[in-house]
């Protein structure tokens, strides 16, 4: 029986890109009933590709429901253009954030390859820049297992999650194991800064209500989901502590990468032999420094398959304005230390529009401290 794939709670069955999320509502409540909770999902969106069909596949196991709920899980669907006009939305619904009964995913179709698009779609820099902690799933099983982890995540952390699903794992079809015990969630640390941790949702979008959620946003919440991602194993590591070679992947350009080394033979036995390390990001944004720096640690080359090449040529956003600053700013550090040999005041603060104003303080701070010091020098005896 076709229904056997969304309404069996346990075994073995064939799925696709697209009908892995449409089961993951029914998988996550069912998770919170045996956690003693009611839950409801609220599903919205729109069918563009790679994600065309989805609405199709929930119509077939969607059930109203007119009762009380412990909580609301929300999914947003669609695909990179429409993050694109939705994300006014979005930010202000990730700037109020999430309960811990509830949770919000938005999952994001991307279309690299322009295969049913326009032009190219690559959606983690936008979602980065709404806030958002962002999980890269690569096929259908992944869709399940880190789909539930996605909706587990935003009731700890109190952010919206964001879940990219590219054209070919949308296009995808795979067979997948699905069952009670393929799913176990870590609560982290909540005690950040001294003081444990839990986000206040408001809908109130004024001073100084709005700063505390900013910095809640970008502070204490993102730190809980780099926490999460830690304590459940999200991000790992495979390889020795002898190696010298370190190649970094996410979603299914990890997986395209494990072929390509099968085909050259480098299974995972060879692999260790030669000297080479792999991490696999599930979490591509943020990022645990801890897990990047046990991934980097004895490596002569570093090397990032697909993406990641922020600070390199190919960098894509390498000419826009907060790339080129940055660049400025590092050829003005090393300058200002030459000469000064102290650390000037800590006053490049803030994140984009923020930064771009407090610069032109520091570089007011550094006129003053250089007129200083050359007036100094000029007066010292020989």
Excluded at 34 to 63: H, I, M, N, W
Excluded at 109 to 116: I, K, L, N
């Amino acid at each position: 029986m076709t229904d056997d794939r969304y309404r069996a709670a346990e075994g073995q069955f064939q799925l696709t890109g697209v009908q892995a999320p449409a089961r993951l509502p029914l998988d996550v409540r069912r998770a919170d009933q045996r956690a003693g909770l009611c839950t409801a999902a609220f599903v919205s969106g729109y069918e563009g590709s790679p994600l065309g069909g989805y609405d199709l596949e929930l119509g077939k196991q969607a059930r109203s429901q007119h009762r009380r709920v412990d909580g609301v899980t929300g999914y947003w669907y669609g695909k990179s253009p429409g993050l694109d006009r939705a994300s006014d939305a979005l930010r202000h619904n990730n700037l109020m954030g999430t309960h811990r009964l509830d949770g919000a995913l938005a999952l994001v179709g991307d279309d690299p390859g322009a295969q049913s698009s326009t032009v190219p779609g690559s959606s983690e820099l936008l979602l980065a820049d709404l806030g958002m902690p962002t999980l890269y799933p690569a096929d259908p099983q992944e869709l399940l297992d880190l789909g539930q982890q996605a909706v587990a995540l935003p009731r700890v952390c109190g952010l919206w999650v964001g879940f990219n699903i590219a054209t070919n794992d949308a296009d995808g079809t795979g067979t997948v194991r699905v069952g009670p015990r393929r799913f176990r969630s870590v609560a982290p640390d909540p005690v950040v800064g001294g003081k444990t941790f839990t986000h206040e949702m408001t809908a109130r979008m004024l001073q100084p209500d709005l700063g505390r959620l900013e910095s809640s946003r970008d502070g204490a919440r993102l730190e809980l989901a780099r926490r999460y991602a830690a304590a459940n194993g999200l991000n790992t590591i495979l390889g020795g502590a002898d190696a010298r070679i370190g190649i970094a992947a996410a979603g299914k350009t990890y997986h395209d990468l494990r072929q390509a080394l099968e085909i050259l033979g480098l299974d995972e036995p060879e692999l260790e032999r030669r000297g080479v390390r792999l991490l696999r990001a599930a979490m591509v944004h943020p990022l645990d420094p801890e897990i990047v720096a046990r991934f980097a640690a004895g490596l002569r080359e570093n090397l990032t398959a697909g993406r990641r090449l922020r600070g390199t040529r190919l960098d894509p956003f390498g000419h826009t304005a907060i790339r080129r600053l940055e660049r400025d700013l590092i050829t003005e550090y090393e300058l200002v230390i030459g000469e000064l040999a102290e650390r000037l005041p800590d006053l490049v603060r803030g994140y984009e529009d923020v930064k771009l104003g407090s610069v032109a303080n520091y570089r007011t701070a550094v006129a003053q401290q250089m007129d200083e010091f050359r007036a100094v020098k000029a007066g010292a005896p020989c």
